[in-house]
C-alpha cells in the first residue's frame, strides 16, 4: 500500500490500543520512515482523529533534536472513510523501559544524570512553547546510539489546560503529577517535572518512592505520600538526590523548570578536564552523550525490539493507565518559524562545559499579526540580582522594539537594552511585555546578554490559531480516596448538565 502517492509502507513493527505503526519507504526521498496510523476501529471516531493531528501539530512545532522530527501528516480514503497518518523519524534504540528490566536494581547515578538531563532539555524546549507532554515515562525515552529522544506527545495539552474539568485521567498511574489525580489544578510543564522525578526516582533506585499496590492505591500515593529517602549511592552528589527529591514536591511550585534540571545535572555529566576550562559565552540548552554501555546493545538483534520508533505505541498493560483511549485535546495551531538563539547546538556526544553559577536563561515568545506583534520576554538568572539590571539583545532590520510599563526598552539600530523593572530572584524568572513591528520572523532578537553574561536562549515565532472544540469520551477518573490520616478530602463537584 502506497500513501499520499509517496510512503509504501513495508511492514507493521508495533502495534497497540489506538494506534498501529508501520516501517515503509519515503519514495520521493528514498529513506525509511515510521507511518503512524490509527487503529482500524478507532479511525472513523472524530476525536481519535483530532489527537493524531494535535500530536502532528505538536511535534512539528518543536524544533529539538532530543524530540522525534515529524516529516509529513496526511489523510487517504481506505475502506469508505478518511485515514489520517503521521510520518515520523524512525530511530533504532530501545527503550529506558527496557534498559531498567535488564537492570532491574537501577543505573549508575552518571549513567541517569546524562539521561534525565537530555529528557529535561527536550521537556524545555516543549514548555517553552507552552506543551506539556502528560506522559513522561521509561516506556516513552527511547536511548539510541546518537543520544536521548523523547516520544509520544500523542495526549499532549497546552499549558493551562483544565485536566479536572471531567472525570476522565489520562496518562500512566506510577508517573501521573498530583494535581493532575486530584484534578484541582491546570495543567502546567510542572507536572512533566514531576513525572521526570518519578522516572529519576526509578532509574536511580530500581524501585518507585513506595510499594506497588493497586492502581487507586498508587493515586492515592502520588497525592498524600513523602517519597521515600533514595538507598545510598556511592559516589552520588548530594546536590542530585536533593534534585530528584525537589522534583516529587507535591506543591507544583516547589518544583525546578525543565531548564534548570538540564542544567543542574549538566555539572556532573562532563569530563573534569573540561569542566575547568573557561565558561562558554553564549550557548542553547546542553546535549549530554548517552553512555555507550547503554546503547551498545542497539547493535545487536534485541527480542521484541527489532525496530524502536518515535511514534512511539503505548504496549504498557491495561491497568498501568486510567482513561488512556480517551482524552481526545485540542492544541491550538502554531504556525511560524522556530529560533533557537544561543549558538549552536553541540553534537550528541561532543563534551559539554556547565553553564556558570551566575549565568541566566532567556525566552521570548513573539506573536505575529501581520506586521505588528506582541511578546513575553522571561528573563531567568542563576544567582540574585539588583534593580535596575540591564538586558541586552540584537534584532535584524526591519525589527522595531517597544515596552510595556514598568520595564524601559530602548533601541539604537539593531541594539536593543531592556533595563528591569523588579529585582531578579535566583531561580524565579520576571516576565516584560514587549511590543513592535516586524517585517519578518528571519531577523528575530539574538545574542542575550545579562549585565555582560551572555544567556541560553530560547526564541518562538508563532501565531495561534483558535483551538477546535476538545472532544471527549467518559471515563471514569479513579477516586483517590481519604488522606491518611488526617480525614477525608472534599468531593469535587460535578457539573450539571444542561437539558
Known amino acids: 500500500m502506497v500513501l499520499g502517492k509517496r510512503y509504501r509502507l ?42 493524531l493531528r494535535t500530536e502532528a501539530l505538536a511535534v512539528a512545532g518543536l524544533a529539538h533534536p532530543r524530540i522525534t522530527s515529524v516529516y509529513d501528516y496526511g489523510q487517504q480514503l481506505l475502506d469508505g472513510h478518511e485515514q489520517p497518518y503521521l510520518v515520523m523519524e524512525l530511530v533504532d534504540g530501545v527503550t529506558l523501559r527496557q534498559a531498567l528490566r535488564d537492570t532491574p536494581s537501577g543505573l549508575s547515578w552518571q549513567d541517569v544524570a546524562s539521561i534525565t538531563g537530555q529528557v529535561a532539555a527536550a521537556l524545555a524546549a516543549a514548555h517553552a512553547r507552552g506543551i506539556v507532554h502528560r506522559d513522561v515515562t521509561p516506556a516513552n525515552i527511547m536511548l539510541t546510539a546518537d543520544g536521548v529522544k523523547v516520544l509520544d506527545f500523542g495526549i ?73 529517602e533514595l538507598p545510598p549511592v556511592p559516589g552520588m552528589p548530594q546536590e542530585v538526590v536533593e534534585l530528584c527529591l525537589s522534583c516529587l514536591a507535591k506543591d507544583p511550585a516547589d518544583r525546578p523548570s525543565a531548564a534548570r ?10 569530563p573534569e578536564s573540561r569542566a575547568a576550562g573557561a565558561a562558554p559565552a553564549e550557548e542553547s540548552t546542553r ?51 522556530l529560533v533557537v538563539n544561543g549558538g549552536p547546538v553541540a553534537e550528541a556526544g561532543a563534551a559539554q562545559v556547565p553553564v556558570p553559577p551566575d549565568g541566566c536563561q ?40 517597544g515596552g510595556q510599563r514598568p520595564a524601559t526598552v530602548q533601541q539604537d539600530g539593531p541594539q536593543t537594552i531592556v533595563t528591569g523593572p523588579v ?24 545574542r542575550f546578554v545579562l549585565d555582560g553574561t551572555a544567556c541560553q536562549s530560547n526564541v518562538n515565532v508563532f501565531s495561534a490559531a483558535p483551538s477546535p472544540a476538545a472532544a471527549t469520551e467518559p471515563v471514569k477518573r479513579e477516586p483517590v480516596g481519604p488522606a491518611e490520616p488526617h480525614g477525608k478530602p472534599k468531593p469535587k463537584p460535578k457539573p450539571k448538565k444542561k437539558p
Open 156 to 228: 499532549c495539552v497546552l499549558t493551562g489546560f483544565d485536566d479536572g474539568a471531567s472525570d476522565e485521567l489520562v496518562g500512566t498511574v506510577d508517573y501521573v503529577a498530583p494535581e493532575r489525580v486530584t484534578g484541582r489544578s491546570a495543567v502546567t510543564a510542572a507536572s512533566d517535572v514531576y513525572s521526570l522525578g518519578m522516572v529519576m526516582y526509578r532509574c536511580l533506585s530500581g524501585r518507585l518512592p513506595w510499594e506497588r499496590t493497586t492502581p487507586t492505591r498508587r493515586l492515592r500515593q502520588h497525592v498524600f505520600t513523602p517519597p521515600q
Open 362 to 401: 532567556v525566552s521570548l515568545q513573539v506573536h505575529a499579526t501581520g506586521t505588528g506583534y506582541t511578546a513575553t520576554l522571561a528573563v531567568n538568572s542563576f544567582r540574585d540580582r539588583p534593580r535596575p539590571w540591564r538586558l541586552t539583545f540584537t534584532v535584524g532590520d526591519g525589527w522595531k522594539v
Open 287 to 337: 546535549l549530554l552523550a548517552v553512555p555507550a554501555e547503554l546503547t551498545r546493545r542497539d547493535r545487536q538483534p534485541v527480542p521484541g525490539l527489532r525496530t524502536r520508533l518515535a511514534a512511539s505505541v503505548r504496549t504498557m498493560p491495561a491497568e498501568r493507565r486510567v482513561g488512556l483511549s480517551a482524552g481526545a485535546v485540542a492544541v491550538a495551531v502554531l504556525t511560524g518559524a
Open 10 to 51: 513495508v511492514e507493521r513493527i508495533g502495534s497497540g490500543g489506538m494506534a498501529v505503526v508501520w516501517r515503509a519507504h519515503d519514495q520521493v526521498l528514498h529513506r525509511t520512515v515510521a507511518v503512524k496510523m490509527l487503529s482500524p476501529h478507532l479511525a472513523a471516531e472524530p476525536h481519535h482523529l483530532q489527537l
Open 423 to 446: 529585582d531578579l530572584v535566583a531561580g524565579k524568572p520576571v516576565t516584560v511585555g514587549l511590543v513592535g513591528s516586524a517585517k519578518t520572523a528571519n531577523a528575530a532578537p539574538a
Open 261 to 270: 534540571i538540564a542544567t543542574a545535572l549538566g555539572r556532573w555529566s562532563v
